[in-house]
């Protein structure tokens, strides 16, 4: 039997997580090597409390990006790419992932297009990304004479070049996402033409 100060307990501790959660989520979009003191340091937490939730960096950082992958693809869904041109939500789909880019730690590894590392946590968002494409071919808004699995592994890795010019400081976030709608649109074969 739980005591009446339980649920204040059990309170307390899922805001302390959740502290450790969006402190590490900040710190590590900007120092994707910090340590769990730094983290601690950011949540405003002792070390040990960042401990009695994440038994290791390796098990915080997972928790990271699992978090930022749930609240993507939830954005994802939210962005409603089943409706309208495909065209237009290809485009949708492209925000999500520039939206999550500069918020999510360790960017390269989370967010909307995710590297091989995190594969198996990409894999809904690459389906969905493949159901839109299918969905462009169908209604004739994009090449249909390209598979539409290649589209995809194409489209993933020109996202992955955009971002890493952002990141090296070759480019600026606003030239990259032009770049990288312009891009995408010519590999599907839509119209390019963006306001």
Known sequence: MTGPREPKRRADAARSRAAVLDAATRLLATHPDAGMAA??????VTR???YAH???RDELVDAVITRTTERAAAAM??????????RD?????????????RVAP?????GAFARQRDEDRQLPVNDRLLRLVRRGQRAGEFDGTLSAPWLVAAIVAVSHAAGDEV??????????EKALRESVLRLVGGSVNIP
């Open 89 to 101: 939500a290809l485009l949708r789909m492209l925000a999500v992932g520039w939206r999550f880019f």
């Open 54 to 56: 994440f038994t290791s």
């Open 39 to 44: 983290i601690a340091a950011e949540a405003g």
């Open 167 to 176: 990141r090296s400081g070759r480019m600026e976030q606003p030239e990259a």
């Open 106 to 110: 360790l960017a390269h590894h989370v």
């Open 48 to 50: 040990q409390t960042v």
């Open 77 to 86: 869904r939210e962005a409603d790419l089943d409706s309208g041109p495909a």
